[in-house]
Nanobody
Framework: QVQLVESGGGLVQTGASLRLSCVVS????????MGWFRQAPGEEREFVAAISRSGGTTYYGGSAGGRFTISKDNAKTTVFLQMNSLKPEDTAVYFCAADLTSSGSSDAADYEYWGQGTQVTVSS
């Protein structure tokens, strides 16, 4: 049973930083490409960032805007999303996802496993 547990969300002011973490258990972590998505109320799920199995290749959606960095620690079976210069429009539930079949994808349909999400709220 693969489990993904996110943490690190919270309420911050505009311009602040947060680092989200997602711990994966239940299967060899190094086999997964990992992704972060977000969903705001009334909006569709949006791709934020992805990272390949080795961690050597990263991909970002337009929302990341050079402010977000995804990284992966295979020894800790954890994927991180460092978010800087946060804006109110970054407010959303952030989900991590694990993908066994691709090298990293912006398509949510490619991911087999999902966490429950962590809320990020940015006040103006």
């Amino acid at each position: 049973q693969v489990q993904l547990v996110e943490s690190g969300g919270g309420l911050v002011q505009t311009g602040a930083s947060l680092r989200l973490s997602c711990v994966v258990s239940g299967r060899t972590f190094s086999r997964f490409a990992m992704g972060w998505f977000r969903q705001a109320p009334g909006e569709e799920r949006e791709f934020v960032a992805a990272i390949s199995r080795s961690g050597g290749t990263t991909y970002y959606g337009g929302s990341a805007g050079g402010r977000f960095t995804i990284s992966k620690d295979n020894a800790k079976t954890t994927v991180f999303l460092q978010m800087n210069s946060l804006k109110p429009e970054d407010t959303a539930v952030y989900f991590c996802a694990a993908d066994l079949t691709s090298s990293g994808s912006s398509d949510a349909a490619d991911y087999e496993y999902w966490g429950q999400g962590t809320q990020v709220t940015v006040s103006s």
